[in-house]
């Protein structure tokens, strides 16, 4: 038996040596004292500063610096290492020891750091985000409520991040550069492919990388100016084939189908996404298009486009934002796949292919300035339309300094579109078929030297661009004299462009200057055919050979730590020829720019760029070019020669403090055209003739700003962002000269809940656009408001629901039209089930078609229409992930 008593004696006993050498030892402890500053003899406040033994190993305390730059540590005495480090600045390390009385340190200065990312990490204090030099890493448990679906749902809920109108992600308020799963730029510039079709329990974590450097990257400067955002996925779901499957079924035939297919291997990483629908959903944006189709753009370092869209051919109609069509039916897929081969070698393959067929209805009314006559028609426009896009990436790095890079890009886009229109006095039916099909192959050397970098390329473009358009009438139009009584317009243009491009560039990085000296040479030829009914005065036949020669040096001076300036010029030698005339053209041109970088996360610009833009064959015609059965072309005084003088001016700020959750952006560009290419507008009763004109004012103006704040001690956030674009353009109506001048003002402000747990959650904003236009007669307007309220929550733990409402009110000097909007959503899911299931509507108070105002106005007339847009629906649906 165990003796009770003894045993309370002795724990008696223990307590009583351990109250008795506590006071030794707390009071043999001395305090270490001092105060953190940098360079600019500014406080430091949350420098984290660590207390090691002399073994470098073991930490014995730690603490951060106040808002004073005061921290104060206790320690017994001993030899020990002080570790400070802050974000931004060079970590110190010194050796300290504490005898018998408090040590009182000097000021410590921290040195700023611009080159080296530092292991410095700062905590905010378990909100969820850790920040190691350029890369805030989110731990995502922290932010969701457990009603996330996608990954869509886990990016709006992070500090800082967010998805725009046309689906893409931002941080602070401006599109990232990259989006990477698992480290791999799988889906491009079209987010939306990511961001709704992985599942949201796939998601391990996410992390905002600045400065970011992909496996091309050979460079030794740090600031890349790369944004990137890396969505981790979890081990369960890599090394296996996993995705999911979805059915959806309802009312007037109404269907959805869409799939997703993924591996995450770690030497390659796969995605199949087929999807098909009439509901008038779309996987491809304008910017998706431009992106996919600009390979000047994509390809060239410089950022230089010189891709032009004709008068005669808009943007293909499926890219209209979808509501503004009467039915769309969309059949889509895409294929990405990125192979690591092996350290040295990474194939990347990206292929897309959409069919669409659409309808559309509008009426449309058009005032001309001269308030002699108007137009009142009724359009029906069927569109089918193939677009497709395949990309072949080889890269290949044989040592770290060096990378080459083999790439091929195919794009085909063709459309066939009918068009009725009837009107009091005709009806008339057009048909078109452009057919574009662009091919371009562009090798490039990257190279290492001595931490300075050489760069060379070569690449071929191909364009081919033709359209049949044929036009009947039951009366004569375009002041065309057909000798007969068939009202018919047959036009037949036809473009081929090949040219080839060959850059060379390198930069010298020195102490405190870096010089960037580059060449860019273009030898391209244009071939332009049209004719119309074989008459003499609609036929057109140019050639334009060029050669183009640019060579240009860019000198960046460290002004400071934080600030760097760059001044750089560049001489350009034109040679054109066209239809065996030749003329020459050289100019100078300039740019500029004030950087200064706070902190990875605090960053301001101010440029400047001096340039001159040349005519492209488009715009050279001397016969005339129908653009409709009312509206012809024709080139009145621009030429080959022109060069057209142009001045761009921006400045940017941008601040994310991720202890606070704060997020601010702002954006303002100016472009002054000294010479533009504009319209002398005829306007007759029966046609209406634009002709392209040199003029001289042509004024561009911007901005942007964004702010975003998740509070800490309530559970809201707040976003807000205003926008601001105004254009003044001269433009002539029979031959006087006039001003144009259209104006936009846009804003968007919302408060979502940020509940951990709760049986609702909410997002709840208003939007409101503007567009103003004023001719020298007319003046016209459309305001478009919106106040929504989004709610999710959960009924059940495995029921969710959604509803979505907003009041949308569409009005000019006028009309007005309000559409009342709402979308509710069930989604049935178990725990360890690979089914969901799903009850969806959308728009369910407007089941059948209804219409709202748009306002296209132009130069010299104001256009109004009442456009159809796409009926509501309500939806039974199922998903299999597996």
């Not at 084939?241 to 869409?258: A, C, D, R, V």
């Not at 990378?403 to 794009?411: A, D, P, Q, Y």
């Not at 332009?528 to 334009?544: A, G, K, R, V």
Request: hydrophobic residues 35%.
């Amino acid at each position: 038996m165990i003796d009770t008593s003894l045993n309370s004696n002795l724990i008696k006993k223990q307590f009583f040596c351990f109250f008795l050498f506590l006071p030794s030892f707390v009071f043999c402890q001395n305090n270490l004292e001092g105060y953190i500053k940098d360079t600019n003899n500014t406080i430091i406040t949350g420098a984290n500063i660590i207390l090691i033994k002399n073994n470098n190993i073991e930490i014995i305390t730690y603490t951060i610096s106040n808002n004073k730059g005061y921290f104060k540590l206790m320690a017994k005495t001993g030899v020990y290492i002080l570790k400070i480090s802050y974000l931004g600045y060079k970590t110190v390390s010194i050796s300290v020891e504490i005898k018998e009385s408090d040590l009182q340190l000097n000021v410590l200065t921290l040195t700023e750091n611009n080159t080296e990312l530092e292991e410095v990490i700062i905590k905010a204090e378990n909100n969820g985000i850790v920040q190691k030099g350029d890369v805030t890493q989110y731990k995502i448990d922290k932010f969701l409520n457990g009603t996330e679906e996608n990954l869509k749902d886990i990016i709006t809920k992070l500090p800082g991040l967010g998805i725009n109108e046309d689906g893409k992600i931002t941080a602070n308020g401006k599109v990232i550069d990259r989006l990477l799963i698992d480290g791999e730029n799988l889906y491009k510039t079209q987010h939306q492919l990511a961001t709704e079709n992985i599942n949201s329990e796939m998601v391990q974590d996410a992390e905002l990388i600045r400065n970011y450097k992909d496996f091309e990257s050979i460079s030794q400067n740090d600031k890349t100016g790369i944004t990137a955002l890396n969505i981790n996925i979890k081990d369960e779901f890599k090394n296996k084939f996993t995705g999911n499957i979805e059915t959806h079924l309802g009312i007037s035939n109404k269907y959805k189908i869409k799939a997703a297919l993924f591996n995450f291997n770690k030497k390659i990483k796969f995605s199949l996404i087929p999807s098909a629908n009439n509901l008038g959903e779309s996987t491809m944006s304008v910017q998706d298009y431009y992106a996919l189709t600009d390979t000047d753009a994509r390809n060239n370092s410089r950022g230089e486009s010189k891709v032009t869209f004709s008068k005669l051919n808009d943007l293909p109609r499926f890219l209209n934002e979808n509501n503004k069509v009467k039915s769309l039916r969309n059949n889509f897929i895409t294929v990405s796949s990125i192979a690591n081969i092996s350290k040295k070698t990474k194939i990347d393959f990206y292929g897309i292919f959409n069919n669409s067929k659409q309808h559309e209805f509008n009426e449309r009314e058009v005032n001309y300035s001269s308030n002699q006559f108007q137009i009142n028609e009724n359009n029906a426009i069927k569109e089918t339309n193939y677009f497709g896009v395949f990309q072949l990436k080889s890269i290949f790095k044989p040592n770290k300094d060096a990378v080459i890079t083999f790439n091929n890009h195919l794009n085909i886009d063709n459309s066939s579109k009918e068009k009725e229109i009837s009107s009091a006095s005709n009806n008339i039916r057009e048909h078109s078929k452009p057919k574009k099909t662009r091919f371009n192959s562009e090798i490039i050397y990257n190279k290492n030297i001595n931490s300075n970098i050489f760069s060379t390329s070569l690449s071929f473009n191909y364009l081919q661009n033709n359209n049949e358009h044929v036009i009947r009438s039951n009366n004569a139009f375009l002041n065309i004299d057909f000798n007969t009584n068939d009202y018919v317009a047959n036009q037949s243009v036809n473009k081929v462009l090949r040219e080839t491009n060959y850059n060379v560039n390198y930069t010298l990085y020195l102490n405190k200057v870096s010089i960037n000296v580059y060449n860019t040479t273009n030898f391209s030829n244009n071939n332009f055919t049209s004719n119309t009914n074989n008459l003499q005065d609609y036929f057109n036949d140019l050639s334009l050979n060029s050669f183009l020669a640019k060579n240009g040096v860019d000198l960046t001076i460290k002004l400071t730590k934080k600030t760097n300036y760059t001044v750089g010029t560049n001489y350009n030698y034109i040679i054109k020829n066209l239809n065996n005339f030749s003329n020459k053209k050289n100019y100078l041109g300039y740019n500029t720019s004030l950087k200064t970088v706070f902190s990875s996360n605090n960053i301001a610009q101010l440029s400047y760029n001096y340039s001159s833009a040349i005519a492209t064959i488009d715009y050279l015609t001397n016969g005339f070019l129908i653009k409709d059965y009312r509206n012809l072309i024709r080139n009145e005084n621009v030429f080959s020669s022109d060069l057209l003088p142009y001045h761009q001016i921006g400045a940017s700020h941008f601040i994310f403090k991720p202890k606070t959750k704060f997020s601010y952006i702002f954006n303002a560009s100016y472009n002054i055209k000294e010479k533009s290419i504009g319209d002398n507008i005829i306007n007759q009763e029966n046609v209406s003739i634009s002709r392209n004109k040199i003029i001289h004012q042509d004024n561009f103006f911007n901005s942007f700003i964004f702010i975003d704040k998740k509070f800490k001690k309530i559970p809201y956030s707040f976003s807000g962002s205003i926008s601001y674009n105004n254009n003044s353009k001269e433009y002539f109506q029979d031959n006087i000269a006039y001003n144009f001048r259209s104006e936009n003002i846009s804003s968007i402000i919302k408060v979502a809940s940020q509940f951990k747990k709760s049986i609702i959650h909410f997002n709840i904003g208003y939007k409101y656009s503007k567009d103003n236009f004023k001719d020298q007669t007319n003046k016209s307007f459309l305001i478009v408001s919106q106040p929504y309220l989004n709610l999710n929550g959960k009924i059940k733990k495995n029921l969710f629901w959604y509803i979505n409402s907003n009041y949308t009110v569409y009005k000019n000097q006028s009309t007005e039209r309000n559409i009342f909007n709402i979308s509710p959503r069930l989604r049935f899911t178990k725990e360890k089930s690979k089914w969901e299931f799903y009850l969806t509507g959308n728009n369910i108070l407007n089941l059948n078609n209804k219409s709202i105002i748009e306002n296209n106005s132009s130069p010299s007339f104001i256009e109004e229409k009442t456009t159809s847009i796409l009926d509501g629906y309500i939806l039974l649906g199922s998903k299999l992930k597996f």
